[in-house]
């Protein structure tokens, strides 16, 4: 919402000193946050006056162009007094007309300088003004013709085109709907300053007679309230004046005509959307009923449209002329020969509005207002507005007829105690505080001892229980009054369990080279297809959010692949040689159980009603992921670099169980996204731990990813709580160690870890390490087969072994291979 100050200053008492930024920085405390702060027209300097045309000579040129060789009299904004001649291009203007002249030594807007010059045959010492080129609009069919009472020639013409108004544009939150208004942001403002305000829609209004245009209003849920009011003898061609041109551009709209700027200027003040029909187009009584499926609706931005049955309509004898809270339609819409304007002004209601404008993806100004929830009681006084208007500037009666179908809803009365918001803040925040300041912002307060009721009003319909009158208050008492308190810590407590165990994880991920991102934990379908997820895949069954971010990515993942190598692929992409990332976060599957229930918050919820919310919650296990790409290591001098690969993967998740002081299985598998025969299963005591290994192809080309990009998946949680909190340091010999080699002959199907496994089972407790050194596949060893030869090294921790037991300890390993996995020792 883009505000001038100058407009904010029509209905607050602002001191002449405060200025847009000193106000913006108070209404940002007040919850009003800021966007910008513009100052348009900053970029103009030098003689700007006001200047009357004496004479117009029409000259036609050779070029087929006529121009206007013009004396003006500028007063002695010249210096001498005597009338300027200026050369003009544009003919909307006669002599004794009153226009905008910037004289020699100006800058207009884009640097562009300003000095007498020869042209046409004349020294043309100045420049008659356009609106385009002040920056004041995109007209530039004509020039600027001010009003009569504009002033004299000579004067300064900045303050009167507000060419050095300051504009505060704010984000205005959903829950703050007044605010999209002048009216609401003048409110704030005289709540900051403590100046008094002065209420626009504060005007006299005739009582309903029925008189007026006549309305029938068939859904009543949808529009409690429908006023219509009736100017007849408009002049169309009448000119929209200048300062409300001016404020309606600065304000981020386009002046149009007369009848639709008006229209906007109002709404733009009070917040309450208008429409304006060309009552001779009008058959029948308007009618207020939902959407027949399929019904049709040409609206005005010119778009043919289905309509829903949802949709709230208002239509007439000829069928739908708009879209209630929306949009108007083409039929009835005002034109340059509307002379007869009916002025709409309803409460309609927000979820239906907002449901129509998503439906048909067609946001607008006024929907923007209706569907966060627009002051029910203004459309009597936003209609009289927009009437007086028209006839002040476009001539014409407003007819005395005035029509309103239905009442403003009432508005709850809120109870509570008057300490609530000092023992909510833990501010010093008194019961004459409390209820000065529920008051100011409109509230209707009756005291009875320790409590209060409070009637809030009807523009703020998001205060409807205590805490809402809680946050009210603290904010005008100013959240910067919130003491600043540390909790005193409990003495013998620490970081939990998991914390501790977390921060092992982390700190072991960074010394094996690793740097931890953050990823939006959001995904769609085209994430899983880039996965290479089969249809059936687990992960694909998600929890979908209720209002998404993206439509593309609507539900809450299941895995944090996607988000960490489309990290990856990024900073490939970017030039960096490497990269080894990881995330840690929780994701989830749905439980299927039903949506929640939601209790109040007036009381914490029971020990039952918490079971059946945490009963509704998917399960949301901690996962890890990490990510392996280019080089692993760097090359130079010292030798030749190596990419990563899938034992680096599965090396770190052997790292991270040796820190927590467990061991790690590791299995072959089959599993996307991961290669076919480059994929292992890893567990931990029977349970499930993950994945890790090389990416399939397909999937790194998709995002972007070099081949043989390692990842590794796991769950966290399981990994944690097999970990043991202190893991013992080593235990050193001081006997020498026995070494034994051995190569064993398997089919190719055999993985080296289910070799591994067997041979140190059979190896006994003798056995200190195994390693495996080399793998042959050849003529030697026959097709269909390969040698895996293994390391294995033996000591007591108590004696020198013999070579009796060492041999005795490698027989038994081998035979134990030998009967597990067919494995026969090469000579």
Not at 301 to 315: F, M, Q, W, Y
Not at 521 to 527: I, S, T
Not at 592 to 607: K, L, M, N, Q, S
Request: proline share 7%.
């Amino acid at each position: 919402m883009r505000a001038p100050l100058s407009w904010i200053r029509d209905y607050v008492d602002l001191p002449a000193e405060v200025n847009a930024e000193e106000l913006a920085h108070e209404l940002t405390a007040l919850g009003l946050k800021l966007e910008a702060l513009e100052k348009p027209g900053e970029d103009i300097t030098g003689p700007l006056v006001v200047g009357r045309v004496l004479t117009m000579e029409p000259e036609p040129q050779k070029n087929g162009k006529t121009i206007n060789w013009c004396t003006v009299d500028v007063g002695d904004a010249n210096g001498t007094g005597e009338p300027q001649g200026i050369v003009c291009g544009a003919h909307n203007f006669a002599p004794g007309d009153l226009v905008v002249v910037v004289l020699p030594g100006a800058v207009l807007p884009g640097g562009f300088e300003i000095s007498a010059r020869k042209t046409y045959g004349h020294l043309s010492a100045g420049m008659i003004c356009s609106s385009r080129e002040l920056g004041l609009g995109d007209d530039h069919e004509g020039i600027i013709v001010l009003p009569a009472d504009a002033g004299k020639p000579g004067d300064d013409v900045f303050e009167l085109l507000h060419l050095r108004d300051e504009v505060i544009e704010f984000e205005i939150n959903p829950d703050r709907a007044y605010a999209l208004s002048l009216r609401g942001i003048a409110r704030e403002a005289a709540l900051a300053r403590s100046v008094p305000f002065t209420d626009p829609a504060a005007r006299p209004v005739p009582e309903a007679n029925g008189d007026g245009y006549p309305v029938v209003v068939d859904d009543a849920d949808g529009c409690p309230v429908f006023v219509t009011r009736t100017v007849t003898g408009f002049d169309p061609a009448a000119p929209t004046p200048s300062w409300m041109s001016r404020r309606l551009f600065l304000a981020g709209m386009r002046p149009i005509s007369l009848g639709v700027d008006v229209t906007n200027y109002v709404m733009l003040e009070l917040g309450q959307p208008i429409h304006g029909y060309d009552g001779d187009k009008l058959a029948g009584p308007i009618r207020v009923r939902r959407a027949t499926e399929g019904e049709r609706l040409r609206t005005l931005d010119g778009v043919d449209r289905t309509l829903s049955s949802e949709d709230l309509l208002i239509t007439d004898d000829s069928g739908p002329i708009g879209l209630a809270g929306v949009m108007g339609g083409e039929t009835t819409e005002l034109s340059g020969t509307t002379t007869h304007v009916v002025i709409e002004a309803a409460h309609f209601d927000p979820v239906s509005i907002f449901r129509t404008q998503k439906r048909h993806k067609l946001p607008s100004e006024a929907s923007k207002r209706f569907e966060r929830g627009v002051d029910p009681k203004l459309p009597a006084y936003a209609s009289q507005r927009v009437a007086e208007l028209l006839t002040t500037y476009g001539g014409g009666t407003v007819e005395p007829g005035a029509t309103q179908v239905g009442t403003a809803p009432s508005r709850p009365q809120i109870r509570i105690a008057t300490d609530l918001p000092a023992r909510v803040t833990g501010m010093e925040i008194d019961a004459a505080t409390t209820v000065a300041n529920l008051q100011a912002v409109g509230c209707r307060v009756e005291v009875d001892g320790a409590e209060l009721t409070a009637v809030p009003p009807s523009w703020r319909p998001d205060l409807n229980d205590p805490f809402d009158l809680v946050e009210e208050v603290a904010r005008i008492v100013g959240y910067d009054q919130v003491p600043s308190i540390l909790p005193t810590a409990t003495s013998g407590r620490g970081l939990s369990r998991e914390q501790r165990l977390r921060r092992r994880v982390g700190r072991t991920l960074a010394g094996a080279g690793c740097v931890e991102v953050l990823s939006f934990p959001f995904v769609g379908d085209a994430a899983f297809d880039a996965l290479g997820l089969p249809a059936e895949d687990v992960l694909r069954h998600t929890v979908r959010l209720a209002n998404p971010l993206s439509s593309e990515d609507p539900s809450y993942t299941t895995t944090l692949l996607p988000g960490l190598l489309r990290a990856a692929g990024r900073n490939l992409g970017r030039g960096a040689p490497g990269v080894a990332l990881f995330e840690t976060g929780t994701v989830a599957f749905p439980a299927d159980r039903g949506p929640a229930p939601i209790y109040g918050v007036e009381r914490r919820p029971t020990v039952d009603e918490l079971a059946t919310l945490l009963e509704a919650l998917p399960e949301q296990p901690l996962h890890l992921a990490v990510v392996l790409a280019g080089e692993r290591e760097r090359s130079g001098w010292w030798g030749a670099g190596r990419e990563a690969g899938w034992s680096d993967a599965i090396g770190v998740v052997r790292r991270l169980g040796d820190e927590l002081g467990v061991e790690v299985t590791v299995d072959a598998a089959a599993r996307m996204p991961w290669h076919p025969g480059r994929c292992a299963r890893v567990s931990l005591g029977g349970d499930e731990l993950g994945h890790a290994g090389e990416l399939h192809p397909r999937v790194c080309q998709a995002f972007g990813l070099p081949p043989r990009t390692a990842v590794a998946e796991i769950d966290l949680d399981v990994l944690m709580r097999h970990a043991r909190d202190v893991v013992p340091g080593p235990q050193f010999s001081t006997y020498p160690v026995a070494k034994e080699d051995v190569a064993l002959v398997v089919a190719t199907s055999v993985t080296a870890a289910a070799v591994e496994a067997a041979l140190r089972e059979g190896a006994g407790e003798l056995l200190e390490s195994i390693r495996l050194f080399d793998v042959y596949t050849g003529d030697q060893v026959g097709a269909g087969h390969k040698s895996l030869a293994f390391a294995l090294r033996f000591r007591a921790p108590d004696r020198t072994l013999t070579e009796q037991e060492t041999a005795a300890a490698r027989d038994a390993a081998v035979a134990l291979a030998a009967e597990r996995t067919g494995a026969v020792q090469r000579a």
